[in-house]
């Protein structure tokens, strides 16, 4: 069994520490520097969630492919608590990428109607990836986690939406003053809204 642990996460950390330094010499602001870190924290996280841990069978043992392609068939439930909590998992793993991503980016509303999906698609095609690299029964690959995945990226983004309208509409009628993170902060909600 290969399970997540903090060795999985130092090369991830070198890697944002290399980013950094470019994105510093790029003249990127402070705070900026801290949104993209934040954001790659959570990109490690939910890749340890996604792909460990891996299960190997050995040779002897048979593989079978565990697939879902039907929309919002979950199966007999024979525990419905479980089955829920995999729903709402499924949402809250993506609901960060949603809300995050508009702190280092800036993206038009239309293209998280494809890209939510493609989150989702693309978490689902590494596990399937995983599992026919390792022979690994241990993960489903699911039409609907690609589905809830993607409800979640909206979820994220509608919680930055709402943060934004309610900044803007606070800062436009109270004397605040727009330095350092504020500053950061009221130009992307402003870019966005």
């Not at 989150?119 to 699911?142: C, H, K, N, Y």
């Amino acid at each position: 069994m290969i399970d997540f642990n903090y060795f999985h996460l130092f090369p991830g950390i070198v890697i944002l520490a290399m980013i950094l330094i470019i994105l510093k010499k790029q003249k990127r602001n402070l705070w900026y520097l801290f949104f993209f870190s934040g954001f790659w924290i959570y990109l490690l996280f939910a890749f340890s969630v996604i792909v460990f841990p891996i299960a190997p069978l050995s040779k002897n043992d048979g593989f079978r492919l565990s697939l879902n392609l039907i929309p919002f068939y979950f199966g007999t439930c024979e525990m419905p608590e479980l089955c829920i909590r995999n729903i709402v998992d499924n949402i809250l793993l993506t609901v960060p990428f949603g809300l995050g991503i508009s702190f280092i980016t800036s993206l038009h509303w239309k293209n998280f109607i494809w890209l939510a999906p493609l989150v989702g698609l693309v978490f689902e095609v590494l596990q399937l990836i995983i599992a026919l690299l390792f022979r690994s029964p241990f993960r489903v690959v699911d039409i609907n986690d690609v589905i809830l995945n993607a409800l979640g990226v909206w979820v994220g983004y509608i919680l930055f939406r709402t943060f934004g309208f309610f900044y803007l509409f606070v800062t436009k009628r109270l004397p605040v003053r727009h330095i350092s993170l504020f500053a950061y902060l009221h130009e992307v909600v402003r870019q966005t809204q």
